[in-house]
């Protein structure tokens, strides 16, 4: 079900690597590319942390590169607690998707998670993300992301929000009152073109999150 509520990266990052109980905690990095979230992992006390990308020049002792990435999460049934993917989900076709959220349930451990960061399609400007970028395939929205993972078998699924963190209290406010504009001019024209349907958006962030839960 989606949420309303916002979470900064931080934050995520710190409960993700919280949530480990064992030493033997594994987290995979899908489509980490040069590694920088798999150091912040590390600096927050993740042990274990794998990358796994297509492109050879991020080939390293502990990041794998594999074209066929869905092939590589079947080939790993129950290996990971957490699956971790940045703004990667959507280089994967979409007549891929189902088969790509089942394999990720598949790679997960029994009670592992699956968090993914994607932009959001729900706002006006996501159309200009899909063009600028020719890799990519789809356009998530907080509905598509929640569909996609009831369909693969995760029993927990939320939808936060990704809420930018300024460097000093002022700046925090005018994003906090940007953000609110945002999100009223994004509810208005969603309202004129849609009406109120039952898939009314609540995210209005430019990036929002899924966490699920298998």
């Keep these: ?10 934050t995520l990052y710190r409960s993700i690597v919280g949530s480990s ?8 990095d899908f489509g980490c590319g040069d590694g920088t979230q798999m150091e ?7 042990q274990e942390v794998s990358g796994l990308d297509v492109d050879e020049k991020f080939r390293s002792e502990n990041v794998v590169i594999e074209t066929d990435t869905i092939g590589y999460l079947a080939k790993n049934p129950g290996r990971f607690d957490v699956i971790f993917a940045r ?3 959507y280089y994967i076709p979409r007549d891929r998707q189902s088969e790509l959220f089942g ?18 399609g729900v706002l006006t400007t996501s159309r200009y993300i899909y063009q ?22 995760f029993r927990k699924i939320e939808i936060l929000g990704v809420a930018p963190k300024a460097r000093t209290a002022i700046g925090q406010v005018a994003i906090n009152l940007l953000d609110g504009a945002v999100r009223i001019r994004c509810s208005f024209i969603h309202f004129l073109e849609r009406r109120r349907d039952p898939f009314f958006p ?4 430019r990036s929002i999150v ?3 839960e298998k």
Excluded: H, P, W
């Excluded at 600028?132 to 078998?153: C, H, T, Y």
């Design 87 to 89: 703004e990667s989900l």
């Design 132 to 153: 600028k970028d020719f890799g990519m395939q789809v356009i998530f929205n907080e509905i598509s992301m929640s569909e996609l993972s009831r369909s693969a078998g």
């Design 202 to 205: 609540k995210v209005f962030t």
């Design 210 to 212: 899924l966490v699920a």
């Design 21 to 28: 109980a064992s030493k033997n905690f594994s987290l995979l």
């Design 40 to 46: 912040v992992f590390r600096a927050f006390g993740a």
């Design 103 to 120: 394999a990720l349930y598949g790679a997960l451990k029994a009670d592992g998670k699956l968090v993914a960061i994607c932009f959001n």
């Design 1 to 10: 079900m989606s949420r309303s509520r916002s979470v900064s990266e931080e």
